[in-house]
């Protein structure tokens, strides 16, 4: 029997474009495309068990090594800052990250023109924006949010928000726009530095099958 090897898989679009991968490399991903309330998914025949999880939760199942591999999106990697090996870039998910507020003059228009004594940012990413505005030497004030972060500025809790825009449409649809570029995002495949030596010939069969459906 060859070592079970675990994927930690961020539940939702870069689960089923990573199982699109999988599935062409010939492993079956019935049972985690259709996971209905279990937790833990399976291809028996190749002995590869899928956890579908909370995207930041993929990097602490990864470092803990209970999962050998896993996928996730850069921001969310960023943001967790854990010492994983990121192997590939897998091309999907792709987004940027970015500074957005109101356009020159347009908080008055908003409604909102609450003045702060420190320049306070929304976001769902802390450490990155802590980092982001560090390196410029800059004090901030991080208000962190779960979701909507966009609500930040349009009801005058922050000055910008620090947030992933794929579309632009929920930056549009509430006046802001785009202001600093901070990086571009996609999905990652990261491995656990431990499975990489003791799990080397399994972890390096999947690392290579993904990598060369990439490449058709
Ligand atoms: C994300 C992100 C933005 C939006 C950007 O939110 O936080 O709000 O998508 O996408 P767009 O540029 O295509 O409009 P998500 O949909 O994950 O929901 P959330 O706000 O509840 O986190």
């Known amino acids: ?23 062409n490399m010939g492993i079956d991903c019935q049972e985690p495309r259709n996971p209905g309330r279990q937790l833990v998914l399976w291809d028996r025949k190749m002995q590869i068990r899928f956890i ?5 939760d993929v990097p602490t199942y990864v470092d803990h090594g ?20 990121e192997v590939l870039d897998l091309g999907f998910g792709k987004c940027r990250l970015c500074i957005a507020g109101y356009p020159e003059g347009n908080r ?12 306070r940012v929304a976001t769902k990413y802390p450490n990155i924006a802590a980092s982001y505005y560090g390196e410029m030497g800059r004090t ?12 930040g500025p349009v009801i005058g809790l ?15 649809a509430n006046g802001l726009e785009v202001m600093e570029e901070v990086c571009p ?14 799990k080397r010939e399994r972890v390096q069969w999947l690392i290579d099958g993904l990598s060369a459906q990439l490449e058709q």
């Open 108 to 119: 008055e228009r908003s409604g909102n023109s609450v003045s702060h004594a420190t320049f």
């Open 52 to 56: 579908l999880v909370k995207p930041s």
């Open 140 to 151: 901030i004030e991080i208000i962190e949010l779960h979701g909507s972060v966009e609500l």
């Open 66 to 85: 209970v999962a050998d591999l896993g996928v996730v999106g850069k921001d969310t990697l960023m943001e967790a800052g854990r010492p994983l090996y």
């Open 185 to 198: 995002v996609s999905a990652r495949l990261v491995c656990n530095r431990v499975s990489l030596k003791t």
């Open 158 to 172: 922050s000055d910008v928000i620090l947030d992933i825009v794929e579309s632009g449409s929920t930056l549009r």
């Open 1 to 23: 029997m060859p070592d079970i090897l675990t994927l930690a898989l961020a539940k939702g679009r870069l689960a089923e474009k990573t199982f699109d991968l999988l599935e």
